[in-house]
């Protein structure tokens, strides 16, 4: 069942080059952003990543499949019986039940294929982390990880905190697997794999590298090139257009710009304007303070269009709602009004062409069956989201019943409701209350990537069992369009992934789990540890390295690495700080 699994999954890959995503089986294109870089002298060319066999990756994953195929897996409804037809509107969406007892149920297709792996075969876990304990590896890997490695990784890291305080297993967002791997580094370990798209491991890199731990190697799970549609918007000619347009008619300026795109953009973008990254989390607390320190600044952000078009709708939706001078000032930031709130809202320029191709796919489809079905559910959105499936969210966390944010602030929603469902529960029976006899069921809307629901289990699963509770489920519903799936007259495989769609894709464009991120997987982390106890040669192991496309090369005679990290740093700063650094104010002012 798994190699069909992936089998589908590969096929499903190769159809997303219609929705523009070569590069997911490709050699990346020359990007044109090198024609700003000029190499220094001596600098040596850095070769392109080249594919693996692909017969090798089915051989392997034809062996686990033996692992999954017994009577009880095989007669699952995935794959037992034909599903109905194909239909173009959707009314319940699939889902996760965590039980009151903690057992996982899957409601529909898509639940179940992300549902098999929370259990992980523990013989694997053992496996890998016998390698990873001989190679001295850490593991850093994104939320959005495939639900098997998830699966894997979580069990690692509880097995190995039952002989150490510590782990060297880390799943968290981008910005934090940086600091994991610090940390990491710091407790002894040689060699870091880094788990997510290739912008992550230069961003780990980079903060490695300025925490003393550039001679520690990070590696990426494969050779290939991990592209991310969102990260690769802002590396066209147009994005630097726009920059450009945006330095000559606004005296003061500032670019803040998505952590998640790669260190090239930053270093392009920062030699045009003074440029600044954030993350989901602080992207409102850094344009606050911006604005704040420099009243009349220009805020330019980007890539990602519709965090940008969210954020300026926050600000309208706390101004339509009445917020006082006081509220604003408690609430946001200390140093703000209704006056200066409205001029940093109307002085916002958003990049207009960059999206996630995950948070791209909640479209009028989903909305439509979240307000007519799931009035009931608490609705959680990352920034990312387009503005109708936003604006749901918003309007609920007013009430608190909802929230929109970063991956993290969702799982910390997620497990307060679940915690405070929790005390309500043992206060009610400490006050003598007779039971019901019914279990109260809270509903949560995953407005992200799929691949979260892995953080997500756990947590409920180990906030119920601290309690012992026995009424409180949780339910995670993935708003997945009828698109993402199709039904085939099939008796032994019901589902497949949409026409011209990849697994869990829309062919409007859109995905329920990202395509690229899932190229990391289980194999590759192990062929990882592998490679390192081996010592293998030194060709093989720099393919795996995070790009170096930097290396050597100088923007306007300064040197590219530091021009690309040095938005990183003054986003650190400002978090350390609460301010931003003296010498990004006097960029955005000379």
Known sequence: ????????????????????IRRLTTKPVQNRLYQHLAPTAGAAACAGPSSSPLAARLEARSASAARLSSPSIMQSRFMSSPSAAYSQTVDVFPSIVIEAGGNISAQGPFAEAQAQFLEPDMEAVHSLNESLTKANMGVVAHYYMDVELQGILTSLKIEQLKTSDSSRIAIADSLKMGDDAVKMCEEGA????????????????????????????????TARHIGCSLAESAEKDAYQAWLQKGRAEN??????????TSLETKAVSNSIVPTITCTSSNVMAT?????SEVPDVKIMYGPDTYMGENLVTMFTSILNANWD???IAKALHPKHNRATLEKLRDNIDVYPNGNCVVHHMFGNEVVNTVKNNYDDAFVTAHLEVPGEMFQIAMEKSLVDKGVVGSTSDILKFISGKVSLAVEEEAASASAGATPSGDNRRLKFILGTEAGMVTSIVKSVQDILAAAGSKTIETEIVFPVSSEAVMGVDDDDLAVVPGVAGGEGCS???GCATCPFMKMNDVDALSDIAEMVIENSDEKKMKSHL??????????????????????????????????MPKSLIQKISS
């Not at 230069?202 to 190697?217: C, D, K, L, Q, W």
């Not at 344009?287 to 604005?291: E, P, T």
């Not at 170096?548 to 740093?569: C, F, T, Y």
Request: proline share 4%; hydrophobic share 45%; charged share 20%.
């Open 287 to 291: 344009i606050l303070q911006a604005s």
């Open 546 to 579: 995070p790009p170096q496309r930097l290396i050597g090369k100088k923007i306007d005679g300064i040197d590219a690495v530091d021009l690309g990290s040095e938005p990183i740093l003054w986003m650190r700063h400002f978090m350390k700080e609460s301010a």
């Open 507 to 509: 062919t409007a464009g």
């Open 251 to 260: 005296k003061n300026a500032l670019h803040v710009v998505y952590i998640n």
């Open 190 to 221: 040689t060699s870091i794999a880094c788990l997510g798209v290739d912008f992550m491991s230069e961003s780990v890199a980079t903060i490695m590298s300025r925490n003393g731990y550039a001679h520690i190697p990070v590696y990426r799970a």
């Open 1 to 20: 069942r798994q190699f069909i699994f992936h089998l589908t999954m590969f096929a499903s890959a190769i159809r997303n080059s219609r929705l523009g």
């Open 325 to 327: 001078d006081d509220k």
